[in-house]
């Protein structure tokens, strides 16, 4: 997987950390992957297929906000430590991506400093690039959740 973007800053000593923290997910076509306004509980990696995000206004149908190719991020929510989803995921075609959540990433932080900055890092990047904010700002609030979590757990 180091093909994508994301991961090709990291080692191969660094992808072992960091793969058994996340989930392998596999999904059919028309597979609601996650919906909006449910807990938002893992941020995901499109590592083959391809994945619609569609945002439901309460006045009106679904929009079609975005297609997800490989090697990119979708449902950030979790990884900003957000409550829940502010859109949904839908399967267009079978896919497979990695799963992680906000615990295993501060795990990751936690653990293995260097690597988890790495991660965030790209992260980050991916995450930006989707909001149109920069790099630096998603970097920040990333690692800000993380820093609240450390005072959760303290």
């Not at 904010?133 to 959740?145: A, F, M, N, P, Y």
Request: charged fraction near 20%; hydrophobic fraction near 40%.
């Amino acid at each position: 997987y180091t093909r994508f973007p994301i991961f090709q800053t990291l080692s191969g000593d660094q992808m072992d950390m960091l793969v058994p923290l996340m989930v392998l997910c596999g999904f059919n076509r028309k597979e609601i992957i996650f919906e909006q306004d449910h807990l938002a509980s893992r941020f995901y990696i499109l590592l083959e297929g391809e994945v619609l995000i569609r945002y439901k206004p309460y006045d009106g149908p679904p929009i079609t906000v975005t297609h997800i190719l490989p090697g990119q991020v979708f449902g950030w929510s979790a990884a900003l430590k957000r409550s829940v989803y502010t859109a949904s995921a839908v399967a267009l075609t079978r896919g497979q991506a990695y799963g992680m959540g906000w615990h295993e990433l501060y795990r990751l932080y936690g653990e293995y400093p260097e690597t988890g900055k790495l991660f965030l890092y790209s992260l980050a990047i991916g995450i930006a690039e989707r909001t149109g904010s920069t790099r630096e700002q998603v970097v920040e609030i990333l690692r800000k959740g993380l820093l609240a979590g450390e005072s959760l757990t303290s």
